[in-house]
């Protein structure tokens, strides 16, 4: 049997277990996929048993993403550019492979929940700066997007970013999205704030075009402050559930051999536990 895991610290509340085991039982693979809780000074033996032969990989979460990427023995271009590895794939004489399937899954949803969205893609707003929006400026660069707006509390830590990702990434603070925020198609929240209802004060949704897009990578709550003013707007929206769901797939396609698909039934499982 093809053993997978999701390690993290603490794990308990990861979603993962439940995404994969409905794609184990769905595809009748004879595999597993367990939730193991591993503190940061245990990662090294970890990997010494994934090296072992006892899994053929896994996930890894929070506080993980970034101490791994200096434990592969191989690292995918893309999760070197985004400086963190969220899937390992154990591949026999070359070891262990990382990955970072975050921006597939921010594409992922996007592709499937607003089609046609990165056609003609001119300008985009990214509001954060921090490790997921790494993720996805890299996502939305590999979409030839003319120009990408970062807003973000620190501007500082906006435009260290912007510097070494490197492309058209235009840097300011959150108090410059109304005189940003006119030519946008796309609207991508990758803060934190939209967490327990959060809002972002004073963030004048009125000069978005009406047929933008607006998504949140924060699914909990599923509809935050920023999308249900966008909904409010009549402006289309694309809640980050879909984000978590498609950056599963590559994971699972590469230790089981089957490419998963995203479903309602999957979605709905994983919404009911919200
Ligand atoms: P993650 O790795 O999940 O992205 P992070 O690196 O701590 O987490 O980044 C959190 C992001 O949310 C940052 O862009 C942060 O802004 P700062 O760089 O100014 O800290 C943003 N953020 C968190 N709380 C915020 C708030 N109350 N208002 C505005 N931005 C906030």
């Given at each position: 049997m093809k053993r997978a895991f999701v390690i993290g610290h603490p794990i308990a509340h990861s979603r993962s277990p439940l995404i994969h085991g409905h794609w184990i039982d769905t595809y009748r693979v004879d595999g597993s996929y367990e939730a193991i809780d591993v503190a940061p000074a245990a990662l090294p033996d970890f990997f010494e048993r994934l090296k072992g032969g006892e899994f053929v990989g896994g996930n890894v979460t929070i506080p993980h993403k970034e101490q791994v990427v200096a434990l592969v023995d191989e690292l995918d271009p893309l999760a070197e550019e985004i400086g963190a590895v969220n899937t390992l794939v154990l591949r026999d004489a070359a070891g262990v492979r990382g990955f970072n399937t975050d921006y597939m899954g921010f594409l992922g949803n996007l592709d499937q929940n607003a089609p046609g969205w990165d056609q003609g893609l001119d300008e985009v707003v990214v509001l954060g700066a921090g490790g997921a929006s790494r993720a996805i400026l890299v996502a939305l660069k590999s979409r030839a997007v003319g120009k990408i707006h970062l807003l973000n509390r620190t501007v500082g830590k906006a435009e260290d970013l912007a510097i070494e990702l490197g492309g058209p990434i235009a840097c300011g603070g959150l108090d410059e999205f109304a005189a940003r925020a006119g030519g946008a198609r796309l609207i991508v929240n990758t803060s934190s704030?939209?967490?327990?209802?959060t809002r972002f004060e004073g963030l004048d949704l009125s000069v978005v075009p009406a047929d933008a897009v607006v998504t949140d990578i924060v699914y909990v709550p599923l509809v935050t402050p920023l999308l249900a003013d966008a909904r409010q707007r009549g402006l289309r929206t694309v809640d980050g559930l879909g984000m978590l769901l498609h950056q599963a797939v590559p994971g699972f396609e590469a230790w089981f051999g089957v490419k998963p698909e995203v479903t309602p039934e999957l979605r709905a499982l994983v919404e009911a536990t919200l």
């Open positions: 704030v939209g967490m327990k209802h």
